[in-house]
């Protein structure tokens, strides 16, 4: 049987406000359903100093992160740790986005979209995709 693959794009937005050991755990998460990460800001105001602590926590973690300031803007992130999940259209354009918002995991936040939002049956394919890939 094919495994059920979601329609929607997981995006994981944080900063290097929050504690490393957080951003590890959630990139090792991310990695598991084939979510990103979306990084705002840099470290100390530094490009280099950004680009160390990403590759630190990439080797660590086996995942990578990126930068869309936009999509911050896009789906009213203020807060991190927010978790999105978003449809995009065949511009590339977020049309639609569940969030959540707060210091949980990835299992939590999945969990949550399965019970509200318009999304909840890609929530369920990521969740039981994240649940069967435990590996730690």
Same mark, same amino acid.
């Given at each position: 049987?094919?495994? &059920? $693959?979601?329609?929607? @794009?997981? $995006?994981?937005?944080? &900063?290097? %406000?929050?504690?490393?050991? %957080?951003?590890?755990?959630? %990139?090792?998460?991310? +990695? *598991?359903?084939? +979510?990103?990460?979306?990084? =705002? +800001?840099?470290?100390?105001?530094?490009?280099?100093?950004?680009?160390?602590? /990403?590759? *630190? $926590?990439?080797? @660590?973690?086996?995942?990578?992160?990126?930068?869309?300031?936009?999509?911050?803007?896009?789906?009213?992130?203020?807060? /991190?740790?927010?978790?999105?999940?978003?449809?995009?259209?065949?511009?590339?354009?977020? *049309?639609?986005?569940?969030? /959540?918002? +707060?210091?949980?995991?990835?299992?939590?936040?999945?969990? @949550?979209?399965? *019970? =509200?939002?318009?999304?909840?049956?890609?929530?369920?394919?990521?969740?039981?995709?994240? =649940? &069967?890939? /435990?590996?730690?």
């Amino acid at each position: 049987m094919a495994e &059920s $693959i979601a329609k929607v @794009e997981l $995006i994981v937005f944080i &900063s290097f %406000s929050m504690p490393r050991q %957080s951003l590890v755990e959630l %990139s090792k998460d991310a +990695g *598991k359903v084939d +979510g990103v990460l979306n990084l =705002r +800001g840099w470290v100390d105001g530094s490009l280099p100093k950004t680009i160390v602590e /990403v590759q *630190k $926590i990439m080797a @660590e973690s086996g995942w990578g992160m990126l930068t869309i300031p936009e999509y911050f803007d896009d789906c009213g992130i203020s807060d /991190v740790p927010t978790f999105v999940l978003a449809d995009f259209d065949v511009t590339g354009n977020i *049309k639609s986005f569940d969030k /959540v918002s +707060g210091n949980v995991t990835l299992d939590y936040a999945l969990e @949550e979209f399965t *019970k =509200r939002g318009e999304h909840h049956g890609d929530a369920r394919i990521l969740l039981d995709r994240l =649940r &069967s890939n /435990v590996s730690d």
